[in-house]
């Protein structure tokens, strides 16, 4: 059992920035990669961008060059850097975890609203 706490969301004005957090907790070994993912009024959940264990990273287009992704493996915690942010951003967003067991990402916080005013 994985228990993921995200922190970090809030409003900004475009152009901005802001960095999410998300603590991982519980059966952690259990873990081979984490990601961000973020759902806007009347869309579907998107993958924003994620990271394994071995530090191989995969963004979307639309956040490529704005967004960073890191983790610290020792405190099971992994940040998002979001940089230059524009109003198509304002979701709210979700921490990830992927099992090794399955390769399916089984584990979610109960996620943090980015809102980005014009």
């Known amino acids: 059992q994985v228990q993921l706490v995200e922190s970090g969301g809030g409003l900004v004005q475009a152009g901005g920035s802001l960095r999410l957090s998300c603590a991982a907790s519980?059966?952690?070994?259990?873990?081979?990669?984490m990601g961000w993912y973020r759902q806007a009024p009347g869309k579907q959940r998107e993958l924003v961008a994620a990271?394994?264990?071995?530090?191989?990273?995969n963004y979307a287009d639309d956040v490529k060059g704005r967004f960073t992704i890191s983790r610290d493996n020792a405190k099971n915690t992994v940040y998002l850097q979001m940089n230059s942010l524009k109003p198509e951003d304002t979701a709210v967003y979700y921490c990830?975890?992927?099992?090794?067991?399955?390769?399916?990402?089984?584990?979610w916080g109960q996620g943090t609203q980015v809102t980005v005013s014009s």
């Open positions: 519980g059966t952690t070994f259990s873990i081979n990669a």
């Open positions: 990271m394994s264990n071995g530090g191989n990273t």
């Open positions: 990830a975890a992927r099992r090794r067991d399955t390769y399916s990402y089984d584990y």
